[in-house]
T-cell receptor, first 114, second 115 residues
Framework: RKEVEQDPGPFNVPEGATVAFNCTYS??????FFWYRQDCRKEPKLLMS???SGNEDGRFTAQLNRASQYISLLIRDSKLSDSATYLC???????????????FGSGTRLQVQP | SQTIHQWPATLVQPVGSPLSLECTVE??????LYWYRQAAGRGLQLLFY??????ISSEVPQNLSASRPQDRQFILSSKKLLLSDSGFYLC??????????????FGNGTRLTVT
C-alpha cells in the first residue's frame, strides 16, 4: 500500500461547481498534513495546511479524519483558474535523525470547464 | 521575506555527462534543504535532505549526490548521467525547529532531459 494515495482524476467540472478530493495515508502516526497545488510544468505551491479541527480559506476547506486516516479538500464555486493538480502531503517517513519528512501523493488533476 | 533560487531552468545533457544543479535560499538562516525529483506524470520523490552544512542524508540509492557547502546553498551532482535521470528536479526549504514538520517551499525547478 502506498504511503499516500490519491485518485489521479481528472476531475472535469463546470465553473461554479463544488468539487471534493480525498487522500488516504497509511501511517497512523502522521502528524502534519498539507494540500499543495501544482500547475502544469511548474513547482508545487502550498495551498493550505490541514488542522485537526478542519480549516477554511476562502473557497477552500480542508478536513482531517484521523480515525479513517484521510484528508479532504473541498473547493466551492470553482473558477477556471483552479485548474491544476492538487497534491496531498503527509509526514510519514522517518529520517535517521528521528525527524519526519513529507511524503507527496501523486496528485489529483482538476479541470474546470467554462 | 524568504526566496529560493534554483538554476538552470532547463537542461539537456547527453548520457554519461556530469551534472550540477544549484539552489540558494535567501531571507532565512539554518533551513532544512531538500532535493526532490518528479518523473513525468509521477509524484515527487525525495532524493536528499540536509539539516546543516555538510550534513546530507540520501533517501534512495542512485548515481546522484548532494552537497551543502554553505548554510543556504544546496547542490545536486552526478558524475555520469543515465537516461533514467531525466525529470523535474526541485529544491525546497523548510523552517527548522518546529515540533511538527513545517511546509516545504519550492524553487522553480530544473527540467532535465538526458539524451
Amino acid at each position: 500500500r502506498k504511503e499516500v494515495e490519491q485518485d489521479p482524476g481528472p476531475f472535469n467540472v463546470p465553473e461554479g461547481a463544488t468539487v471534493a478530493f480525498n487522500c488516504t495515508y497509511s501511517n497512523s502516526a502522521s502528524q502534519s498534513f498539507f494540500w499543495y497545488r501544482q500547475d502544469c510544468r511548474k513547482e508545487p505551491k502550498l495551498l493550505m495546511s490541514v488542522y485537526s479541527s478542519g480549516n477554511e480559506d476562502g473557497r477552500f476547506t480542508a478536513q482531517l479524519n484521523r480515525a479513517s486516516q484521510y484528508i479532504s479538500l473541498l473547493i466551492r464555486d470553482s473558477k477556471l483558474s483552479d485548474s491544476a493538480t492538487y497534491l496531498c502531503v503527509v509526514n510519514s517517513q522517518t529520517m535517521d535523525t528521528g525527524r519526519r519528512a513529507l511524503t507527496f501523493g501523486s496528485g489529483t488533476r482538476l479541470q474546470v470547464q467554462p | 521575506s524568504q526566496t529560493i533560487h534554483q538554476w538552470p531552468a532547463t537542461l539537456v545533457q547527453p548520457v554519461g555527462s556530469p551534472l550540477s544543479l544549484e539552489c540558494t535560499v535567501e531571507g532565512t538562516s539554518n533551513p532544512n534543504l531538500y532535493w526532490y525529483r518528479q518523473a513525468a506524470g509521477r509524484g515527487l520523490q525525495l532524493l536528499f535532505y540536509s539539516v546543516g552544512i555538510g550534513q546530507i542524508s540520501s533517501e534512495v540509492p542512485q548515481n546522484l549526490s548532494a552537497s551543502r557547502p554553505q548554510d543556504r546553498q544546496f547542490i545536486l551532482s552526478s558524475k555520469k548521467l543515465l537516461l533514467s535521470d531525466s525529470g523535474f528536479y526541485l529544491c525546497a526549504w523548510s523552517v527548522k525547529g518546529t515540533a511538527y514538520n513545517s511546509p516545504l517551499h519550492f524553487g522553480n525547478g530544473t527540467r532535465l532531459t538526458v539524451t
